[in-house]
Nanobody
Framework: QVQLVESGGGLVQAGGSLRLSCAASGRTFDSHTLAWFRQGPGKEHEFVALILWLGGSTFYADSVKGRFTISRDNAKNTLYLQMNSLKPEDTAVYYC?????????????????WGQGTLVTVSS
């Protein structure tokens, strides 16, 4: 059974940095796409970034491009999201998600596995 467990959220001032982690278990992810989504207060789930586990190709939402970096550690089966130059509008619960196949999947419904989320709060 696939399990995704996020960690690393917290409170940070605008302009600061945080690194989120997602420990993945239950299977090998070579043929999967892993992603970060977020859900701000009163908002829908928003795609943030994805990585093709095999090969490491990445894709970002325009709102985070140049500030956030997605990466993975194959040996540790862990996904990361390095967030720099954080803004108050980045405040959200951040979710790790996994989808079968290697593709540019940016819709919530394309992902079958989800973590429980970790809260990131950016103060102004």
């Amino acid at each position: 059974q696939v399990q995704l467990v996020e960690s690393g959220g917290g409170l940070v001032q605008a302009g600061g940095s945080l690194r989120l982690s997602c420990a993945a278990s239950g299977r090998t992810f070579d043929s999967h796409t892993l992603a970060w989504f977020r859900q701000g207060p009163g908002k829908e789930h928003e795609f943030v970034a994805l990585i093709l586990w095999l090969g490491g190709s990445t894709f970002y939402a325009d709102s985070v491009k140049g500030r956030f970096t997605i990466s993975r550690d194959n040996a540790k089966n862990t996904l990361y999201l390095q967030m720099n130059s954080l803004k108050p509008e980045d405040t959200a619960v951040y979710y790790c998600a996994a989808a079968s196949g290697l593709r540019r999947a940016t819709k919530k419904d394309e992902y079958g596995y989800w973590g429980q989320g970790t809260l990131v709060t950016v103060s102004s």
